[in-house]
C-alpha cells in the first residue's frame, strides 16, 4: 500500500519539475482557487481582510496536504500564492512540512521572485526544516532527467546557499555545497564566492584552497571577486608569495585586477615590510587609470611607521592627493608618539579638526600613552581630560594604559582615583589587578599589593602567573631570594604552571649572585617541563657564567642556544666580549665581534668600550684601527 506522504512527494516532484503529465487538480483546490480570483477580482486588497481569510481558508492551517495542492494551482499567480502561505503560515497551530515549503520556494524560484523565496527559506530555517528540505530536493532529483526541473533544482539550493552565507552558517553551507556536487548539481559562482568569503574571515585556509580547487576541476569560472577573496585568504596568512603568484594567473586567464586586487596585495605586502613592491604596485594602478584611495595608502603608511620609518610615513601622506581619513591621522600620530615628537603628533590632531575629522577615542588614548611615555603626566591628563570633554568614552584600555603610566611615575593616589572612576563602567578585573600589584611592586609597596591579592580573591577572581611573576621579580630585584622562591612554591602549589618570564627572572637573579646551583635547577627544570628558554634566559645564564669566568661552560650554553633555534642578540656578544677582554683573550673578543657584524648585529657604544677597556694607549689605537676595519669590510660585503 502507497502511503499518503509518497503522494505528498511525488506531488512536489511533479510541482518542481512541472510535469505536464501530472494531474494535480482536485475539485477543492478548483473551489479554494476560484474563492480567491473571484475575492480578488471585486477587491485587490483581499488578503487584507482577515474575517474572510479566516472563514474560508482555515481548514489549510492543519491540513498541509491540501495547502500544497492550492498553492501547486496558484503557481501562475506567484504573488497570490506567497499572500495564501504568509496568512497561513502566521495563524497558531499552523501545521507545516518541509513539502509545503519547498513547493512554495519551487513557485517562487521559477517566477524569479528571488526575495520572496528568500523570506520563505528564512522562516523554513527558522522552523528547524531546513536539513530536511534539502534531502527532500536532492531526493527527488536524482535520476530524474529533466533539464528544466534540474535548473530551479539548482536554483533553490542557490537560494538557499546564499541564505545560510548570510547567515555564516558555514556547516550547513558546506552540507549543500557537498550534496549538490555529488549529485552533479553545480552551485552558482557567486555563492562560491560567498562560502570562500566565510571560510576565509574565520581562518579556514585548508577549507578555502579547497574548496577554490574544486571550483576548477568543476569547470565554475573564478571572477575577480573569486580571486580578490583568495589573495586576501593568502595575505591574511602570511603567504604573499603566493598571492602575488595567483595576481599574475588571473591575468593570463584573462581577468583584469580591479582596485581590490590591488589594495589587498598591497596590504599584505606593507604588513610583511615589503614596502617598495607595495609603492610599485601603487603606481601600477596608477598607470592602468584605477581608483587610488586613502584605503590604498593607508596600509603602506602604516608598514613605514612599524618599521620605524616615520619621516618616510609622513612624507608618503603628505604626496597623495587624497584627503586622508582618520586612519591616516591615528596612524601617523602614533608613529610620532613612539619617535617621541608629541609636538608634531599634536599638530596632527590639530590639522585633522581643521579637515573636519573629530580625533576618537584611539587619537586620546596614543597622545595619553605618547606624553606619559616622555614623562609628561601632566600633559597626558590633559589628552584625557579633553577626550571627555569632547564627550567621546574612553574605553578600558585607554583607563588600563594611563593607569600603567600613573603607576610608573609613582602616583598611586592618583591611579586608585581612576580605578575607582571607572569600576562601575569597567570594574577590576584580573589584568587590572595584575597592573596594580606590578606597580605596587615596583613601588616595594608589598603591604598594599598583599592586600590586593586578597581583595582579588574576595572578588572572585584567581591570581595568575603573571601576577605571581610580579611579586618574584620584586623580591627578588630587592635580594629577598628566599622569599621569591617562596612564591614559586605556591605557584606551584596552586597548579599553576610557571611562564617563561617567570623561570628567568628566578635564573638572572640566583646567577647575579653566583647562586649558579640554583640558576641550573631552574633552567634544567623549565626544559623538563618543556618551556623553551628564550635568548633573555640564556643570556642570564651566560652572564653568570662569565662572572665566575666559567667561560666553556658560557660557550657551551651560546652554542646550545644557536642549536635550539635561540639566535644571539647584542647582548649576548656584548657579555661574552666583555669577559674574555676581562681576562685579557682579545683574539676570541675580536672573532665575536666580527660575528656579530657578519650576522647584521650591529655593536653599540657599550660593546666598543667594553672591548677598548684594558687596552693601553697605543694598544687601543692600534684596536680602534682593526675594528674600523672590520666595519668597513662589512658595509662592503
Not at 510541482?15 to 480567491?36: F, G, M, V
Request: proline share 3%; aromatic share 10%.
Amino acid at each position: 500500500m502507497i502511503s499518503e506522504e509518497t503522494h505528498y512527494e511525488d506531488d512536489i516532484f511533479n510541482t518542481i519539475n512541472q510535469n505536464p503529465c501530472a494531474n494535480l487538480i482536485s475539485e477543492e483546490e478548483t473551489h479554494y482557487k476560484d474563492l480567491i480570483f473571484n475575492k480578488i477580482s471585486q477587491n485587490s486588497r483581499a488578503f487584507s481582510d482577515k474575517n474572510w481569510l479566516h472563514s474560508n481558508f482555515h481548514s489549510l492551517i492543519t491540513n498541509p496536504h491540501l495547502l500544497i495542492q492550492v498553492l501547486y494551482a496558484l503557481r501562475e499567480k506567484p504573488r497570490l500564492a506567497l499572500k495564501l502561505f504568509r496568512h497561513v503560515e502566521a495563524q497558531p497551530g499552523f501545521i507545516g512540512s518541509e513539502f509545503v515549503f519547498v513547493v512554495m520556494v519551487g513557485i517562487l524560484v521559477e517566477s524569479n521572485l528571488t526575495s520572496s523565496g528568500y523570506w520563505v527559506i528564512e522562516r523554513m530555517i527558522g522552523s528547524g526544516l531546513d536539513g530536511v528540505v534539502v534531502d527532500v530536493l536532492i531526493g527527488g532529483n536524482v535520476g530524474d532527467g529533466n533539464v528544466k526541473g534540474d535548473d530551479v533544482l539548482t536554483r533553490m539550493l542557490d537560494l538557499l546557499l546564499w541564505v545560510y552565507t548570510k547567515k555564516s552558517m558555514i556547516d550547513q553551507c558546506l552540507m549543500v555545497f557537498d550534496k549538490m556536487l555529488r549529485n552533479g548539481l553545480l552551485p552558482d559562482v557567486q555563492n562560491c564566492n560567498r562560502i570562500l568569503k566565510i571560510l576565509r574571515n574565520k581562518g579556514l585556509v585548508d577549507k578555502v584552497k579547497e574548496l577554490y580547487r574544486l571550483m576548477g576541476e568543476l569547470g565554475i569560472k573564478p571572477t575577480v571577486v573569486t580571486y580578490n577573496t583568495m589573495l586576501g585568504s593568502f595575505c591574511k596568512d602570511g603567504e604573499v608569495q603566493k598571492a602575488e603568484q595567483l595576481f599574475f594567473e588571473m591575468q593570463k586567464r584573462m581577468c583584469y585586477p580591479n582596485d581590490v586586487t590591488y589594495n589587498v596585495l598591497i596590504n599584505g605586502l606593507s604588513k610583511i615590510g615589503k614596502l617598495e613592491k607595495a609603492k610599485e604596485f601603487i603606481a601600477e594602478m596608477l598607470s592602468l587609470g584605477l581608483k587610488v584611495s586613502v584605503y590604498t595608502y593607508n596600509p603602506l603608511i602604516c608598514g613605514y611607521c612599524t618599521k620605524g620609518l616615520f619621516i618616510d610615513a609622513f612624507s608618503l601622506a603628505e604626496e597623495m592627493n587624497i584627503v586622508p581619513n582618520i586612519i591616516t591621522f591615528n596612524t601617523l600620530i602614533d608613529g610620532f608618539c613612539r619617535l617621541g615628537d608629541l609636538e608634531v603628533a599634536e599638530q596632527l590632531k590639530e590639522k585633522m579638526m581643521c579637515q573636519g575629522i573629530r580625533p576618537d577615542v584611539v587619537t586620546y588614548t596614543t597622545l595619553t600613552n605618547g606624553s606619559s611615555k616622555v614623562g609628561n603626566l601632566p600633559k597626558a591628563l590633559e589628552f584625557f581630560n579633553e577626550m571627555l570633554r569632547m564627550g567621546l568614552k574612553p574605553d578600558r584600555y585607554a583607563f588600563t594604559a594611563l593607569i600603567v603610566n600613573v603607576l610608573k611615575r609613582g602616583d598611586l593616589k592618583m591611579a586608585f582615583d581612576l580605578q575607582e572612576e571607572i569600576e562601575n563602567e569597567y570594574p577590576a578585573d584580573l589584568i587590572t589587578y595584575n597592573i596594580f600589584i606590578h606597580g605596587l611592586c615596583k613601588l616595594c609597596s608589598f603591604e598594599r599589593a598583599e592586600q590586593l591579592l586578597q581583595q582579588m580573591s574576595r572578588s572572585g577572581l584567581v591570581p595568575d602567573v603573571i601576577t605571581y611573576t610580579s611579586i618574584i621579580h620584586t623580591y627578588l630585584e630587592r635580594g629577598h631570594l628566599d622569599k621569591g622562591r617562596n612564591v614559586f612554591s605556591e605557584i606551584l602549589s596552586e597548579g599553576l604552571i610557571p611562564s617563561v618570564v617567570t623561570y628567568t627572572v628566578l635564573i638572572h637573579a640566583h646567577a647575579r649572585q653566583r647562586r649558579l646551583d640554583i640558576a641550573y635547577s631552574y633552567f634544567s627544570e623549565m626544559q623538563e617541563k618543556s618551556i623553551q628558554p628564550n635568548v633573555v634566559t640564556y643570556n642570564a645564564l651566560i652572564n653568570g657564567l662569565c662572572r665566575e669566568r666559567r667561560m666553556n661552560q658560557a660557550f657551551k650554553y651560546f652554542a646550545e642556544m644557536e642549536k635550539n633555534g635561540v639566535n644571539p642578540n647584542k647582548y649576548t656578544y656584548t657579555i661574552l666580549i666583555n669577559e674574555y677582554c676581562n681576562i685579557g683573550n682579545w683574539p676570541v673578543a675580536l672573532r665575536l665581534y666580527k660575528q656579530m657584524l657578519d650576522r647584521k648585529i650591529e655593536p653599540d657604544s657599550c660593546t666598543h668600550s667594553l672591548m677598548l677597556k684594558k687596552l693601553g694607549k697605543d694598544c687601543k689605537l692600534h684596536a680602534v684601527k682593526c675594528l674600523e676595519s672590520l666595519i668597513q669590510s662589512n658595509e662592503v660585503i
